[in-house]
């Protein structure tokens, strides 16, 4: 816990950004009959029934301090999924970065080994060598500034029915590029201090 919380206390560094990612299953949902439009002094009605057209996974990065957040719509969330997304992160997003501290939690797919089931050994060594991963303990997820993104967009995108993935890129993309745009950043403030005393229990005890 204490290295999440001293990795949040560094400055903005362009060069080592500090990024948080998550993931999230989202069940794709599509009307059984066509919703009735919004008019003047009625919302819109939609009927109670309808067709479920599969699952799929978001992977969610963000950068705090930066203002800055991506989301991507995905079939599946296997390693394989996970590698593709980092490589994206590094060589798309971050090339200039000498590297990327990445804030995560545990889940089996996330590890460096992934890479080298994703890539050839010199393409998993070259992102690997560029990444600094900090997880968060187990029970601990709530750690992780990726969730509090994840929360805004459930409860401003994710709100309604949406029946594939086209449309959901569509709108994940719409809301990360709105909050972008608007530079909206994340300012934690929960410090190891406040953990040694709020969450005391957790710390083994010395007479």
């Known amino acids: 816990m204490e290295q999440v919380l001293d990795v949040y206390t560094r400055p903005y560094n362009p060069d080592v950004p500090l990024i948080c990612m998550d993931e999230k299953p989202v069940q794709l949902l ?105 997880y968060t303990p187990k029970h601990g997820s709530w750690l992780n500034m990726a969730e509090v993104e994840l929360s805004a967009l459930t409860l401003q995108c994710l709100d309604r029915r949406i029946g594939s993935m086209d449309d959901l890129q569509r709108e994940v993309s719409a809301w990360a590029r709105q909050r972008n745009e608007a530079c909206k950043t994340l300012s934690w403030q929960f410090t190891t201090e406040d953990a040694r005393i709020r969450l005391k229990h957790l710390y083994p005890q010395f007479d």
Not at 56 to 85: I, M, N, Y
Not at 92 to 109: E, K
Not at 111 to 126: D, G, K, Q
């Open 30 to 134: 599509e009307d059984a009959r066509l919703a009735l439009p919004m008019k003047a002094g009625q919302v819109r009605r939609e009927d109670y029934e309808y067709e479920r057209k599969g699952t799929c996974s978001l992977f969610l990065f963000t950068e705090p301090l930066a203002g800055w957040r991506l989301v991507h719509a995905r079939s599946q969330r296997t390693k394989r999924d996970w590698a593709l997304e980092i490589q994206e992160l590094l060589d798309l997003h971050y090339p200039q970065a000498r590297r990327v501290c990445l804030v995560l939690d545990n889940l089996n797919t996330h590890t460096l080994a992934s890479l080298y089931e994703a890539f050839v050994p010199a393409t998993a060594r070259a992102l690997a060598s560029r990444l600094e991963l900090c």
